[in-house]
Structure formats: C-alpha cells, structure tokens
C-alpha cells in the first residue's frame, strides 16, 4: 500500500492517548475508513504501518486519535516523528437512514464517530450520541472528549460492572431509532448486536488486526452470513464497518 509523507500539524497527549493532525491533500475521508500510519524514521521493528480510523477531517487537515498500544503507536505518538500514511481505505458507515439514529461508542474506539456526527449533519440526520468514558480514561480525555463531542451524552462506566450494557441502557427504547452505529470495545459491539437484533439496523466497526489492507493475505477475515453459508469477509476491504446481521458471531 502507498504510504504519503505529510506535514503533521499538532500532536496533543491525554496520558497514553494521542490526538494527531496532519495536512493531507489526498482523497477526503467517508466515517468508518482507516488510513495506515508509520512514522517515517522507524526501522524495520515494527515493518507494517497500522490501521487507524479517521477520527476528523477539516479544511485539509485530518486526524487520528490513538491510544498507545505498543511500539507502532508509541512512535506515532513521538514528538516531531515524521508521518507516513495511505489514503483513507475500507468501506464506512453507510449513512442512508432516513430517521432519527443513535451512534453509540466506547473508549478511543469512538474515533470514527466524529466524521460520522458530521457527516450525518450535513444529511440533515439528526442522531443522539452517547460515549462510554471508561475507568481507565487517561485524565484530561473526559474534558477533551465533552469538548470535541459537544451534544453527546457521556456516560462514565467507572463501577459499573457491566459497562457496555450500561452505554446502551441509556439509549431508552431502540425502536425510536433508525439506525445504531456502534464503535467500541468488543463487549460493546457484541451487546449493540445483541440488544438490536430484529429491532434496529445496527452497524458496527470493526477492528481485525491487519497486514496488508488491500484485500491480498485475509489476516483480517472475520466470519460473516453470506447466503445462508457461513463464510469469510476481509474487513480491510469489504469492512471494516459491517451491518451486524452479517456477521457470524
Ligand atoms: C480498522 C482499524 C481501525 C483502528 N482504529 C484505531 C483507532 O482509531 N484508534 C486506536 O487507538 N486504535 C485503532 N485500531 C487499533 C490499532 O491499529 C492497534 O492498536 C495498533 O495496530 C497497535 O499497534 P502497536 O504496534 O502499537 O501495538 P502492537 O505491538 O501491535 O500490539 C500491542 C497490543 O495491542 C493489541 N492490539 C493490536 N492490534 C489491535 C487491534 N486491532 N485491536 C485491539 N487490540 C490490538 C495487541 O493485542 C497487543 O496486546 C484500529 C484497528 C483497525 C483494524
Ligand atoms: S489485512 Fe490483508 S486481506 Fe485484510
């Protein structure tokens, strides 16, 4: 996959979370895709770049929003390390609902929601978005996100044992949406399934780990309904975002 040199714009650190921004002239990126990202002075340790959702996109500039995993993150999130990425890759959030529609997210995985928000209100889409802010929330990121995500509902899970279902319980009644999007945790993503099923046409994010991103080696197949048979989608490329009933899990 070609990856672009570009011109980071700022970096902003939230404990083990980065929010990045960069310059980038290319292809405008749809809620859902990712780009794949490397710093560009690292060695061959790790030799992928890695998968990571649009979280913003603004007069050319764009942004990601990661947290520190391992060494791949930890050198995106470095001061001054140059950036490499592809353009935004995968197929999104299909945003044609035609009604009142919930976004629902967990953790850093809400990245994706902020495009998505956006694009929904320039379809005139009104949603309700309620975020999860973990326990382990860096400090600084609760403040952060309310700012970033003004109308949202946020919903501290610190206590609670069951965290996703208690995202979801605010939502009320399902039926009065058109639509869930959901992107969080698996726990998250199992139990929008789960609560929606038969109800509401709900979309979920998904994260396989990936290698190549173009469709070529299925590290990242994951199981899904076709025809009946069950059978393998490649979430770089048929996904990463799937309506739930397809998936086999
Ligand atoms: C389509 C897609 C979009 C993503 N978007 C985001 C995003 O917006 N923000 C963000 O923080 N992360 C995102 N991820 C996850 C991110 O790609 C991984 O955290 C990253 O690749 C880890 O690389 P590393 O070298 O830092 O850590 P590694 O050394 O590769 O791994 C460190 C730890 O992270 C875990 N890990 C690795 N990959 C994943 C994964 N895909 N999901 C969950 N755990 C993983 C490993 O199990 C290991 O425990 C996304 C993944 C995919 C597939
Ligand atoms: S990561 Fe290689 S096929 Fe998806």
Redesign the pocket.
């Known amino acids: 996959m070609k990856l672009h040199e570009v011109e980071v714009a700022a970096r902003e650190r939230f404990g083990n979370h980065a929010l990045l921004r960069y310059r980038w002239p290319g292809r405008i990126p749809e809620p859902g895709q990712?780009v794949m990202a490397r710093a560009s002075a690292q060695s061959l340790d790790?030799f992928l770049p890695?998968?990571?959702?649009a979280?913003d996109y603004e007069d050319g500039v764009m942004s990601?929003?990661?947290?520190?995993?391992?060494?791949?993150?930890?050198l995106l999130a470095e001061e001054d390390a140059r950036l490499l990425v592809s353009n935004p890759v995968?197929r999104g959030f299909d945003t044609d609902s035609g009604g009142l529609v919930a976004l629902v997210g967990g953790g850093?995985?809400v990245?994706?929601l902020k495009l998505l928000g956006k694009s929904l209100g320039r379809a005139g889409i009104a949603c309700d978005t309620f975020l999860e802010i973990p326990a382990t929330a860096p400090q600084g990121y609760a403040a952060w996100i309310s700012e970033s995500y003004p109308d949202a509902t946020l919903v501290p899970t610190e206590g609670t044992p069951d965290p996703s279902r208690a995202v979801l319980d605010r939502l009320g009644a399902l039926e009065r949406y058109a639509a869930l999007y959901a992107s969080g945790p698996a726990e998250m993503l199992d139990a929008a399934k789960r609560a929606a099923a038969g109800t509401v046409p709900v979309q979920l994010a998904?994260?396989?780990?990936?290698a190549c991103a173009n469709g070529s080696c299925y590290g990242?197949a994951v199981p899904v309904w076709k025809s009946g048979e069950r059978a393998y989608a490649r979430?770089c490329v048929e996904g990463?975002v799937f309506p739930a009933e397809v998936l086999a899990w």
């Open positions: 990712f790790p890695r998968p990571l959702f979280h990601l929003l990661f947290e520190i995993r391992g060494r791949g993150t930890a995968g850093v995985w990245s994706p998904l994260r396989e780990r990936m990242c979430a990463p």
